[in-house]
């Protein structure tokens, strides 16, 4: 499934009998093709398979390649697009496989919003994330440890536990449980803000799972992050500091059970697996049980569709009743440096009724600077709500990223016009 990191490069080369070898360059060291070509001509002796492809600096190896400057087909690092070989301070860096080792890393994101998402109409809307405003707020404070499962050599394990501190954390909880199940413990530190409103701070625990992977199959059980929609709960991953009225209403974020991917192909992705409802801990809330399954598959070299279903009882979301829900995304590379995605959700579970249309348009004007503007129309019981986003990504720094947004709320519910504008900003420092 595609996930979002509009400013990454990356640099690799593909070679004639489709061995990947990666070359290295250290941090702040600009790429030289010369070396390129003399190590991978090593690595081929080494190895008996034969005559390396010649590399040469302002050439590509393929027609899809149209980096300005140098580029190879990076299938062992990029199997969908190229890499720019004038790269410097860290987006060389493919040394050896990591598969085996204990990854640790997080993030600390603090962002502040002039006024709180509205939650839209109807009984069943809920609002959103940024829900404290007038203040700075630590969202979130961001920890993990993992081993990736790397079956491309037969069997192999893997893991990742996620832990967060922030204001986030009654929207990353297993909401979906009791008070006083896995990490639902309902217990926040709370600090007056200057308009007199509260913070609630508190811990997460969003993920913990293992995970076994054989050749193109992998499963993963535990407690795991939802495949459906565009947007997720990791700050990092997302343009926009805000979310979409459809991914806090209409999907869920995170899910306990078991889900096994399959790549079927170099584009075709399929997923299946069963789940104890809806954003669960270790439990199940009115008996959740449902499929959560898709696939992802390529409409043209530049489309990608991800379909993702679920079925079943949601537990918390419905109390219980039967129900149905799907999302759809559709991501268009037009250009290297413009995507445009399109999603469209569905939701019916006992006397909830929604859908949502949500379009994004990105580009990329350089490796540190990047612009969007993300359009809703999300329908509640009948109610339609608007929102229109814009904003920026700045990158001062390899690890830091700055998200300026303005936004803009517009309904009529019961026939009453409500319009909002929402001035929100934040900062990210990934590690």
């Known amino acids: 499934m595609i996930r979002r990191s509009w400013g990454?490069?990356?640099?690799?080369?593909?070679?004639?009998?489709?061995?990947?070898v990666p070359v290295t360059a250290s941090a702040g060291e600009v790429y030289d093709a010369n070396r390129a070509e003399l190590r991978c001509q090593q690595l081929f002796a080494e190895s008996g398979a034969g005559?390396?492809?010649q590399l040469t600096?302002?050439?590509?190896?393929?027609?899809d390649c149209c980096a300005p400057v140098g580029c190879c087909e990076a299938t062992c690092c990029a199997p969908d697009g190229c890499c720019d070989l004038s790269c410097g301070e860290g987006c060389c860096d493919f040394g050896e496989d990591d598969g085996g080792e204990i990854n640790f890393g997080g993030w600390v994101q603090f962002g502040y919003h002039s006024r709180v998402t509205p939650a839209g109409a109807g009984k069943n809307a809920l609002g959103s994330f940024n829900?404290?405003?007038?203040r700075f707020n630590l969202h979130q404070g961001w920890l993990y440890a993992e081993k990736i499962a790397d079956g491309s050599d037969g069997l192999d394990w893997g893991f990742r536990m996620d832990a967060m501190y922030g204001v986030d954390s009654s929207?990353?909880?297993?909401?979906?449980?009791?008070?006083?199940?896995?990490?639902?413990g309902g217990s926040f530190s709370r600090g007056a803000g200057p308009d007199g409103t509260f913070a609630a701070y508190g811990f997460a625990i969003p993920q913990l799972y293992a995970e076994l992977a054989a050749g193109d199959i992998s499963v993963k059980v535990g407690h795991f992050y939802t495949l459906v929609g565009y947007e997720v709960v990791t700050a990092p991953d997302n343009f926009f500091y805000s979310h979409a009225l459809t991914m806090y209403n209409s999907e869920p974020f995170t899910h306990?059970?078991?889900?096994?991917?399959?790549?079927?192909?170099d584009d075709v992705t399929i997923y299946g697996g069963w789940t104890a409802g809806w954003d669960t801990g270790f439990d199940r809330l009115n008996g959740?049980?449902?499929?959560?399954?898709?696939?992802?598959?390529?409409?043209s070299e530049k489309t990608t569709l991800t379909y993702i279903n679920t079925i079943g009882n949601f537990g918390w979301k419905g109390a219980g009743a039967s129900g149905y829900a799907h999302s759809i995304v559709i991501d268009t590379a037009v250009t290297d440096s413009f995507n445009y995605i399109v999603q469209s959700d569905v939701l019916r579970v006992g006397t909830i009724d929604t859908v949502g249309i949500n379009q994004y348009a990105i580009y990329s004007l350089s490796d540190k600077l990047g612009v969007g503007t993300r359009g809703e129309w999300w329908k509640n019981e009948g109610n339609s709500q608007y929102a229109w986003t814009a904003g920026l990504n700045i990158k001062p720094a390899e690890n830091i990223i700055i998200?300026?947004?303005?936004?803009y709320d517009w309904s009529t519910p019961n026939g009453v016009e409500r319009n909002t504008t929402t001035f929100g900003f934040d900062a990210i420092y990934t590690f």
């Open 8 to 20: 990454k490069l990356l640099a690799g080369l593909t070679l004639a009998s489709g061995l990947a």
């Open 51 to 53: 005559p390396a492809v």
């Open 57 to 63: 600096s302002g050439s590509c190896l393929s027609d």
């Open 256 to 265: 306990t059970g078991a889900i096994a991917t399959y790549n079927a192909s």
């Open 131 to 134: 829900n404290h405003p007038h």
């Open 288 to 299: 959740g049980s449902n499929f959560l399954g898709g696939f992802s598959v390529p409409l």
């Open 171 to 184: 929207d990353t909880q297993a909401f979906g449980n009791p008070i006083g199940s896995w990490d639902n």
């Open 403 to 407: 998200r300026p947004e303005i936004r």
